[in-house]
């Protein structure tokens, strides 16, 4: 508000009141004035409409079948049954707890490799000076814009033909090591590490590897844990290659999400137990680590 | 020279290669290998139990582009890709601007709208599916108790549409608004302060510099956006327990035809494969036209601001 009656006065007020005030201004800007009520409050509706479907899946968990057809408004106040239906969502007959497992191990060995891979990339696009570098770096950034899910069919028949289909290895190799992690790791090494380093380990008598291994890694680390979140976040969610892939024998949280609701569809309560089951630990992370999610996003929106 | 010479220049020599090495032999082997092999698949009788049994030419592509089906699925996947990207955009733009304010807990309002893109697809649509449902679901409920009539999220095309679109919404607008809330943090305080000085208020300075700034990032969120929403699977398909895209497939999109086709009722890679490769082609055709139109409309809004602002 205050900046349209500024604006008003400066419209009709002389050049040196005008400087006057743009000098006040540089000093305090734009940015350092608090904002009132309203944009807390237009911000407060925002998180509530991202938190509100969660806990309203949280409260058809903790109530019963009987009780959700009953009333489709529930009531705020979550009931008791919560852990009776986690409890009968892990002794149906999905194989909810190989699901968990499942989840767990892909996501962690996937997180680990793409930012292993990618760092070694990263390092050399960023710090290695090569024939072609150029050329290939912005080839890695191209095939960011290739829809290569679209390629599943062959690659469903590779799996066939290698007989890794039901085995979580034909989930994890597809995405061992993305462009997206390549690119991310070339832009934070190629500031974050000097190149005196590097030659003071050569001089040393470090073999390339070796550098890589006590210098690079080490400095990669805070992009790389970013890199690892969002990795992590990405291969807990994914469904469409893990559901074609895998199939119900072995399935992923998301592709067990699916089975429950194919056989437990009339069971709201059951079904939004394994939801909250699936999405608690996602959960659990982001609150410990979701800053630097948020950090990770806008470093990546600046320098992509 | 001597041996340990020459194998630590040949080390110098070949580790660069030796480190980008395991992207691309992967990117060939898992990425573009099968992307191309789609194109042969395509021109086989190739099924999903017997393999290939033989070159058929174009007749995939002809009964593929023969079903009406498929063509539905086209309309149904761009309906919602339109419903889910253009207002997100908008969406994510307000708030980036509200978060651009001298907040007092910065990080926790951040990650206030970052929390639904912790949460699957496929969990969001579950929940979705349900505060959606005809019957019993809460949005109904409410509009029954407001006075208004129920809708038919699962029995009316554009409704369901509305629905599935809301769910990609839910999902990432917080993600795409901190995107654009990071451009905006980039735009040069005097830009701003120099359009406020020239006269502009707080809505013409936005419009008029913040905005036409943002052009880059708009271009980038709406490529992105692209890819992606079309290729759309998982919220439409758990949309209700029966999988298909609705009773009429009044929801079923270009890639849950495919799945139907290859794994699902035929078991027929072959026409599957034809699906993929002109869902490929139309996201090609498709980005580029918004590429087009994303930069002719940011150009043309940040022109004279920007030679204004550049004397």
Redesign the interface.
């Known amino acids: 508000m205050s900046?349209?009656a500024?604006?008003h006065q400066?419209?009709g007020a002389g050049a040196g009141r005008?400087a006057a005030?743009?000098r006040r201004?540089?000093q305090m800007?734009?940015?350092?004035?608090?904002?009132g009520w309203v944009?807390?409050t237009?911000?407060g509706l925002?998180?509530l409409?991202?938190?509100v479907?969660?806990y309203?899946?949280f409260l058809?968990s903790a109530s019963t079948a009987e009780d959700?057809?009953r009333n489709?408004?529930p009531s705020p106040i979550p009931q008791s049954h919560f852990v009776e239906n986690v409890m009968r969502v892990l002794n149906s007959g999905i194989g909810f707890w190989g699901a968990i497992g499942n989840s767990v191990i892909v996501s962690v060995i996937t997180s680990l490799s793409v930012v292993f891979?990618?760092t070694?990339?990263g390092?050399?696009?960023a710090k290695?000076?090569?024939r072609g570098?150029n050329g290939?770096l912005a080839f890695?950034i191209g095939?960011m814009?290739?829809?290569?899910?679209?390629?599943?069919?062959?690659?469903?028949?590779?799996m066939s033909n290698l007989g890794w289909t039901g085995k979580l290895i034909s989930v994890i190799?597809?995405g061992?090591?993305t462009?997206f992690g390549?690119f991310w790791m070339t832009q934070y090494l190629s500031e974050a590490l000097p190149f005196e380093l590097i030659e003071a380990a050569r001089v040393d008598g470090c073999?390339?590897?070796r550098t890589?291994w006590h210098v690079a890694l080490p400095a990669a680390r805070p992009a790389a844990a970013m890199l690892a979140l969002f990795t992590f976040?990405g291969s807990?969610?994914n469904?469409?290659w893990p559901f074609?892939v895998l199939g119900s024998t072995n399935p992923t949280?998301?592709v067990a999400?699916?089975l429950l609701?194919?056989s437990y569809?009339k069971d709201?309560s059951l079904?939004?137990a394994g939801?909250v089951l699936?999405?608690l630990p996602?959960?659990a992370?982001?609150a410990v680590a979701?800053?630097h999610?948020?950090s990770g996003?806008?470093?990546?929106?600046?320098k992509? | 020279m001597t041996w340990r010479q020459r194998l630590s220049r040949w080390d110098v020599k070949s580790a660069p290669y030796l480190y980008i090495a395991p992207f691309f032999v992967l990117f060939a082997l898992v990425g573009l290998f099968p992307l191309l092999y789609t194109g042969w698949v395509a021109l086989n009788k190739w099924s999903l139990v017997k393999g290939n049994q033989g070159f058929i030419g174009l007749a995939n592509f002809q009964y593929v582009l023969s079903q009406s089906r498929f063509w539905d699925g086209v309309a149904n996947t761009f309906s919602i890709f339109l419903l889910s990207s253009v207002p997100q955009i908008f969406l994510a733009i307000g708030i980036a601007a509200v978060l651009n304010a001298n907040l007092r807990a910065k990080t926790f309002w951040r990650m206030g709208v970052l929390v639904p893109y912790v949460v699957a697809p496929v969990a969001v649509s579950l929940v979705f599916g349900k505060l959606f449902a005809d019957e019993s679901g809460v949005v109904n409920a409410i509009l029954t108790n407001i006075g208004l009539d129920p809708i038919g999220w699962h029995s009316d095309r554009f409704w369901s549409h509305v629905a599935i679109a809301t769910m990609v919404n839910f999902r990432w607008t917080g993600y795409n608004t901190l995107i654009f809330l990071a451009a905006m943090q980039a735009i040069p305080n005097d830009v701003i302060e120099a359009s406020i000085v020239d006269g502009a208020n707080r809505w013409q300075s936005f419009f008029s510099v913040t905005v036409p700034m943002l052009r880059p990032t708009i271009i980038f969120v709406v490529i992105t956006s692209t890819i992606g929403g079309l290729q759309i699977f998982d919220e439409p398909r758990l949309f209700d327990n029966f999988s298909l895209g609705g009773p009429d497939r009044e929801w079923m999109t270009v890639t849950m035809y495919l799945y139907e086709l290859g794994w699902n009722v035929q078991k027929n890679l072959g026409r599957s494969a034809a699906v993929a490769w002109l869902l490929f082609l139309i996201i090609v055709i498709f980005a580029l036209i918004n590429y087009a139109i994303t930069r002719r409309i940011a150009s043309s809004e940040s022109h004279p601001k920007r030679k204004a602002l550049a004397k």
């Open positions: 900046s349209v500024s604006a400066l419209a005008a005030r743009r201004r540089s800007t734009e940015g350092q004035r608090r904002p944009t807390y237009v911000l925002v998180i409409i991202s938190v479907p969660l309203y899946a058809l959700i057809a489709p408004i891979f990618s070694l990339a390092y050399s696009f290695l000076r090569f570098r290939m890695v095939t814009a290739v829809p290569t899910q679209l390629g599943i069919i062959p690659l469903f028949i590779i190799v597809p061992a090591v462009a390549v073999s390339m590897i890589f976040v807990w969610t469904f469409f074609i949280l998301p999400l699916q609701q194919a569809f709201m079904i939004m939801v699936a999405t996602l959960l992370l982001f979701g800053r999610l948020v996003i806008m470093a990546g929106a600046v992509g």
